[in-house]
């Protein structure tokens, strides 16, 4: 940055000139050098120090030194460093100059140097030019605008160096506020930028919160300036699409009218946004961006692209969806779209009509029912059925309606045509009936006809039990139901249409309101129709039932019907009874009727009976009797089906204060047998195992062999791939202390019944999952050798009934979890190991008979014995080896179908366990039927689809059970078939 400039020569002593600028001083003592005798510092800003050199050399004979001239006036803004300095003869020391400007404009100065011995000096001029140095910003401040949350978009700022030609210094604060987090930079604190230097400075901002965010950073552009704030600005936003209106209501909209409406999405963002589509849920909206322009779509910051929403409705009531505008970047822009389809709405009932079948020569009718069940708020909108037609043989098939136009009416109306059929073939016709109304989404449907022609003799019917039905005294208010039976008394089918209550409404209506259908009797059969009557006043009521009959003499055959509102304080109350229906040769549940006074003095009922049919008086009091006031009494009644079909009668009850009859419908059903398919599948065995091992002290050679061959043990039961739940337990039922050793697991040898070992040092119930399951059964086998109490069934019985099998903890013990609760499984196989050389309950005097230890046993399964494997290890004669021949253990296997093996045999103990473990693992034998069978012999059973018949049925279970030999094997799938008996 320094320069030489030219210093005139000064002659002191002796001396010369032309020495190429170098300044020097001659004597006999004394001479130095300088080099350069000027320097010029250039452009400096202010607050800056820019630094030079200027060589000295003693160019002397000897060491002198060189300093500064005291009283010399020098400006402060320059100074140089190293003085005062000794130099030795010939050497050179470089002293550094510094200028530092404390004000703006040119700067000169002048050092003068000099030694002790001589009088003459050596200038150095040093000049420079202060400036300020002021970097300038490209912008004041960053405006990130619309940002969304999580992102993060940067921005750059920069400064220029462009203040004179002088180094300059600068720094950037970090960003400050309250929302600093959310900003970062780049470059923080002090710069050095060089003359015409920039910097370009990078803010990144991420929000993390909605809404406007803000911070400042202060940027000092010169060394002396004061720090200006930058301020930097954005806003956290979900989506950077701004859809305006975001909501749009299309209010009522009529079905087959759509309806538009306008709508603009923004690009909120400072940066291009690419739109890559536009979603909408399947309904009966649309929005389409205007020009349908292709995907992706890319708006400039700002830009704005209009829509349209459509509505066109296809069903009724409100409907509200959300569509989408889907953007790369941020939420998608939202628009509700809500709107509400009305308008009448046509609806024929049945559909298709089917009027069934009519005899040649007659006329069928059937009712069409028009509804409309649209929606209007406005009221101003009825269903107006316009013009109908008939697309079909005018020759068979016609119609009737109201006159044309016909109003139906505001929503819930309903309006009635009948359609007609009248054979002249026996065959099957079809045919269209054309409704057109204004039904915005259905201007104009068919409903689908379909009958059929049969040439039959006339209907020959009974209507039972007479062409009139009397409801009798019925209280006001109180619906009863009563009716009448169609009866084929003809040798060929009887057609009966769907009877219509012609008058005598609304208290005589079809019970809920819904009609019976009509139906083709077969000769002998019959068919139920039912009528309720619910008397609004006092009086006598008069009605009529009309429906179709195949006999072209009398198509229109006419039940009467009759009844009185009764408002005294008797009755007989319900005033219908329904017992619901059973299968022929089933009998229901008694149902009540009940006498009810609510008069203030008695009422004696004289005479009680049931029309004629299936229905009896069970329990009523001798008669006459007196009902007291304020009181009930009841009328027991029962049905027995007898042929299919439905039945009514009623049940009457005289008083002795009128002389008609008190009514109650009664009604039932003779329905078909539901045949019950009981379904099950055969898995590999799944078998609970409960093995009982002697531990008494004369066991010690035959547990010894136990432990030896326990490889047969496990190996059979992997090879039997089973579903197992395996536990242990001892012979004793109580602790036994003073032996001549102990037995380990924590109940002195007495488990009574818990499974070993009752502390739980080890799993006591193994399963297929437990850890290292095959050296736990290894040790839970190692019961001691400490008692002398040997039994087998009451251990067992404590094993397997309450409350251990149920309890994790047994009552009255020590322990914390020494219950048995989840050993038992109600679908799996029960399978029983004894190991003891003793017999079962051998020291007790006079233990209770075997069978009946079997028969509680078997309880455990349900009474399903067959579920009950038994194999036993014991002493079948007397040998070293036994304590006692098991005779009862000999009884337990032939009761329960088990095997025994000589425990005498210790050298086979390994074959025998194999044997044993093949009769204990066996798939199912039995599965329960869900309900009782009405005939056993007629059960059919099925395996893998074919069937089996060497299966017997245990009545005592309700299970079908196969014989050992010819299990089903895992795998198999089995099905029974019957039908059920009476409930």
Not at 906 to 913: A, I
Request: aromatic share 6%; net charge negative.
């Amino acid at each position: 940055m320094g320069r030489r400039w030219a210093v005139a020569c000064v002659v002191v002593w002796a001396t010369g000139c032309g020495d190429g600028g170098n300044q020097k001083v001659r004597s006999v003592t004394d001479a130095i050098a300088v080099d350069p005798g000027s320097y010029d510092f250039g452009d400096v800003a202010l607050g800056r120090e820019e630094r030079g050199e200027v060589v000295v050399r003693n160019d002397g004979v000897r060491t002198t030194t060189v300093d500064s001239i005291p009283g010399t006036a020098r400006t402060p803004d320059f100074e140089v460093d190293g003085l005062p300095l000794a130099l030795r003869a010939g050497e050179a020391v470089r002293l550094r100059v510094r200028f530092h400007p404390s004000t703006l404009g040119m700067r000169s100065s002048r050092f003068q140097l000099g030694t002790p011995v001589s009088s003459t000096t050596q200038d150095v001029d040093v000049r420079g030019h202060a400036v300020r140095g002021l970097a300038q910003l490209s912008v004041q401040s960053l405006d990130f605008g619309d940002v969304v949350l999580g992102k993060t978009v940067s921005l750059t700022f920069n400064l220029t160096n462009n203040d004179g030609h002088a180094r300059t210094d600068i720094r950037i604060e970090p960003p400050a506020g309250a929302d600093a987090g959310a900003f970062h930079s780049s470059r923080e604190g002090a710069i050095s930028l060089g003359a015409e230097e920039s910097v370009t400075v990078q803010i990144d901002f991420t929000p993390a919160r909605l809404g406007a965010a803000q911070a400042t950073m202060q940027i000092t552009p010169c060394p002396t300036c004061s720090p200006l704030p930058f301020v930097l600005s954005g806003n956290g936003v979900i989506s950077l699409l701004d859809v305006q209106p975001p909501r749009i209501d299309f209010g009522l909209v009529r079905l087959g009218s759509p309806k538009e409406a306008a709508f603009t999405a923004r690009n909120t963002s400072k940066r291009p946004l690419v739109v890559t589509g536009v979603t909408i849920p399947a309904g009966d909206y649309s929005v389409q961006l205007a020009g349908s322009p292709a995907f992706p779509l890319t708006l400039a910051p700002g830009q704005t692209i209009s829509g349209t929403a459509r509505f066109a409705p296809t069903q009724l009531g409100p409907q509200e969806r959300h569509a989408s505008i889907v953007a790369s970047d941020g939420a998608p822009g939202d628009l509700d779209l809500l709107g509400t389809g009305y308008g009448p709405v046509i609806d024929a009932r049945p559909n298709p009509l089917d009027l069934e079948a009519a005899s040649i020569g007659t006329t069928r009718p059937k009712k069409l029912f028009l509804t409309n069940v649209g929606l209007d708020p406005t009221g101003q909108d009825p269903l107006v059925v316009q013009r109908v037609t008939l697309k079909g043989d005018p020759a068979v098939w016609s119609f009737s309606t109201p006159p044309l136009p016909w109003t139906i009416g505001q929503p819930g109306k309903q309006g009635v045509l009948t359609v007609r059929f009248t054979p002249n073939q026996p065959r099957q016709e079809n045919a269209f009936l054309v409704i057109e109304s204004n039904d915005g989404l259905h201007p104009s449907f068919e409903v689908p006809m379909t009958a059929l022609g049969r040439t039959l003799l006339p209907c020959q019917v009974t209507v039972y039990p007479s062409t009139t039905v009397d409801f009798g005294l019925a209280p006001i208010f109180h619906p009863t139901t009563q009716g009448f039976e169609l009866i084929n008394s003809g040798s060929e089918d009887c057609i009966f249409g769907e009877p219509e209550i012609t008058s005598g409404g609304p208290e005589f209506h079809w019970p809920g309101l819904v009609a019976p259908n009509g139906r083709t009797i077969p000769p002998g059969g019959r068919m139920s129709v039912r009528v309720e009557f619910t008397p609004q006043a006092a009086g006598d009521y008069r009605g009529q039932v009309e429906f179709y009959m195949s006999n072209p003499g009398l198509q229109a055959p006419v039940v009467n019907l009759r009844g009185t509102g009764d408002d005294g304080c008797f009755s007989v109350t319900p005033g219908a009874v329904d017992f619901g229906g059973t299968t022929p040769g089933c009998s229901l549940p008694e149902h009540f009727a009940y006498a009810t006074n609510q008069c203030s003095a008695p009422v004696t009922v004289t005479a009680a009976r049931i029309t004629p049919g299936n229905f009896s008086i069970s329990t009523i009091p001798g008669l006459p009797f007196t009902v007291a006031p304020n009181s009930q009494v009841p009328i027991g009644m029962r049905y027995t089906a007898n042929t299919l079909g439905d039945d009514v009668a009623s049940l009457q009850v005289w008083i002795s204060t009128k002389a008609a009859a008190f009514q109650v419908g009664l009604t039932a059903g003779a329905v078909p047998p539901n045949t019950v398919l009981d379904k099950w599948e055969q898995s590999t065995p799944k078998v609970d195992m409960l093995i009982v091992i002697d531990n008494s002290g004369s066991m010690d050679d035959e547990q010894k062999a136990l432990a030896a061959n326990l490889d047969h043990l496990w190996n059979r039961i992997a090879l039997a791939n089973a579903d197992f739940h395996i536990a242990v337990t001892s012979t004793a039922m109580t602790p036994y202390t003073a032996g001549w050793t102990q037995c380990p697991g924590g109940a002195n040898g007495g488990e009574a019944g818990r499974f070993f070992p009752v502390d739980n040092s080890r799993p006591r119930i193994l399963t297929p999952t437990t850890p290292n399951v095959k050296q736990a059964l290894f040790d839970n086998t190692k019961v001691g050798l400490c008692h002398w109490d040997e039994r087998f069934f009451d251990p067992v019985l404590a094993a397997l009934t309450p409350p251990l099998v149920s309890s994790t903890k047994a009552p009255g013990t020590p322990w914390p979890d020494d219950g048995n609760a989840g050993f038992l499984r109600d679908d799996a196989r029960l399978a029983l190991l004894a190991v003891s050389d003793a017999d079962d309950d051998n020291d007790v005097v006079n233990p209770p008979p075997v069978s009946e230890m079997v028969g509680k046993l078997s309880q455990v399964k349900k009474g399903a014995l067959d579920l009950i494997s038994f194999a036993g290890i014991v002493g079948l004669r007397m040998c070293n080896n036994v304590e006692q021949v098991g005779t009862r253990y000999m009884e337990i296997a032939r009761q329960m179908n088990g095997k025994l093996y000589d425990i005498c045999d210790l050298n086979n103990f390994g074959t025998m366990l194999d044997d044993a473990l093949g009769t204990l693992l066996l798939p199912l034998s039995s599965f329960p039927l869900s309900a009782h069978p009405r005939d056993a012999a007629a059960i059919a059973v099925t395996v893998n689809g074919a069937a089996r018949t060497d299966f017997r049925y245990d009545a005592g279970t309700n299970r079908i059970v196969f014989p050992q030999d010819a299990l089903p094997p895992p795998g198999s799938h089995i099905s029974a078939t019957y039908d059920p008996n009476c409930n």
